[in-house]
């Protein structure tokens, strides 16, 4: 899967001019790539508590199917930034969503096999077909405007946001009237939808034969002429280890870590409320003491005051529908990516408008404020939820805000990639910064579900999550640079 970086022959990377910008067309566009492409992904959060049910999986193996995704997803970084250069953003990002697609269409096939081998697959697959999504968008959004780049950014985000939120609530409704297989028909074929929007409005000459629309460079004299750095071995282990680029991976890293966590597992920790709390309903209904201490002994014992669990979570919404359980906490699930999509357009705004006249901060205070505050907050509203009972009203509004607060950290690390990316290279920061980031899901999302065992506890899981926010806060906040690297630097 990887090329011999040193010994093949150069691939020189195509230097931007950043004159003219991006289409809206083009932005809408990658919007809704982004959209389809965190439907695919997050569906499987949802059908994974019914599968789990109908296959018999263990915990340790909920969480090992759910990883699966993640191994892929590593393994096509650095090369969907590779060949996104080589043969155009644009046909790669084509190419990646038909893959992706196909692979969300066939897990149910998969997932009726008597190993877990061919699911695995699957989401191997899916990871890996994803994997260019980000280094391709990137590369496109690098052609921005400087004043632009971040809100563009932060559009792409907000279709990660929305199509979670979508997800969510669309894998339940589907769910509910039917059974968790069409949630795989139906998400997969958004992605043939979209594949054809893209040749359809782009055209077949930029997707296909992989040609831009962008700006291009223009060179009034020879001498003027910019020369990219060659996309080497070398090349990338001086941008990997570049001290601008060091705090942004790390952030990147503990952003994608609490994300993946959150994506692959809330629903099921909601799920876990929602029969914790019916669990004590029933044995407080059938106790001799009710309203005497064996209640107040059964409330207790969730951490939280059962009616309100109840509410929240959904725990009272409980039917049969062709013979599943249907567990209706989409809203509550959702909420903290509504939170995240309105907290990542506010600071994107507010993070040019800090870099344009008459406020006029540095890239390196205004990244590193975004970046801190936002790691900061998310933080103190974990901390909060931590001294709160599990499953009450007020704890699960300070574990949204908490997720939503998260976001504002995009428009410091994500968007500081751009800042600080040589020419041409902001689709591979991207790559190499995902690369490294996607380690999050590959050790943090089992590692959840062993911790879990281990101590029975959520709260272990989510007090990691705060000290994850603080590391992130601390490194980034403290090291973050505005300055772009040089070529000279990177040859």
């Not at 985000?157 to 609530?169: D, E, K, N």
């Not at 996309?231 to 870590?257: D, E, Y």
């Not at 994506?263 to 309903?281: C, E, G, K």
């Amino acid at each position: 899967f990887f090329l011999p970086l040193d010994t093949a022959p150069t691939i020189m990377l195509k230097t931007v001019s950043v004159t003219q910008g991006l289409s809206t067309a083009t932005v809408a566009l990658c919007v809704l790539c982004m959209f389809v492409c965190y439907c695919d992904r997050v569906n499987m959060s949802v059908a994974v508590v019914y599968m789990a049910d109908e296959f018999q999986w263990s915990t340790t193996e909920t969480g090992t199917v759910l990883a699966a995704f993640f191994y892929g997803y590593v393994c096509s970084q650095i090369l969907g930034s590779v060949l996104a250069h080589k043969y155009g953003s644009r046909r790669v990002l084509w190419l990646g969503c038909l893959g992706w697609s196909t692979a969300t269409v066939a897990i149910p096939y998969a997932a009726s096999s008597t190993t877990l081998f061919p699911i695995l697959a699957c989401r191997f697959l899916l990871g890996f077909a994803e994997g260019v999504a980000y280094p391709c968008i990137y590369a496109i959004c690098g052609e921005s405007l400087p004043e632009r780049r971040t809100r563009n950014i932060g559009w792409a985000q907000t279709g990660v946001f929305s199509g979670t939120i979508f997800a969510f609530f669309a894998s339940e409704a589907i769910i509910a009237r039917q059974s968790w297989q069409p949630v795989f028909h139906v998400f997969g074929g958004l992605g043939y939808v979209w594949a054809a929007l893209w040749i359809a409005v782009l055209g077949p000459q930029q997707v296909l034969l992989g040609e831009s629309n962008g700006p291009r460079t223009v060179h009034l004299t020879p001498a003027a002429k910019p020369v990219a750095p060659a996309l080497t071995l070398s090349t990338m282990r001086k941008l990997v280890v570049h001290r601008a680029v060091v705090p942004i991976i790390f952030a990147h890293l503990c952003h994608a870590t609490t994300h993946f966590i959150f994506l692959s597992w809330l629903p099921t920790f909601y799920d876990s409320i929602d029969r914790a709390a019916i669990n004590n309903v029933s044995a407080i209904r059938t106790d001799s003491g009710i309203g005497g201490d064996g209640g107040s002994s059964s409330s207790s014992s969730s951490g939280g005051v059962l009616s309100t669990a109840a509410l929240v979570a959904g725990a009272s919404l409980h039917s049969q529908d062709q013979g599943q359980e249907h567990r209706a906490h989409g809203s509550i699930v959702a909420l903290p990516y509504a939170l995240m999509m309105i907290c990542n357009i506010i600071a994107s705004y507010v993070a040019d408008r800090m870099l344009t006249p008459p406020t006029r901060w540095s890239v390196k205070a205004t990244r590193r404020l975004m970046g801190a505050g936002g790691y900061g907050l998310a933080a103190l509203c974990m901390l909060v939820f931590l001294l709160l009972p599990l499953g009450s009203a007020i704890g699960t509004f300070f574990l949204s805000l908490a997720v939503g607060c998260s976001a504002i950290t995009s428009a410091g690390h994500e968007a500081n990639k751009l800042d600080i990316a040589p020419d041409g290279f902001a689709g591979v920061l991207q790559g190499v910064s995902n690369t490294m980031a996607a380690f999050g899901g590959v050790i943090g999302v089992p590692a959840v579900a062993y911790i879990f065992e281990l101590t029975g506890s959520w709260k272990s899981v989510f007090g990691m999550i705060m000290l994850i926010y603080i590391a992130g806060g601390l490194v980034f906040g403290t090291r973050a640079s505005g300055t772009r690297i040089s070529v000279e630097e990177l040859t």
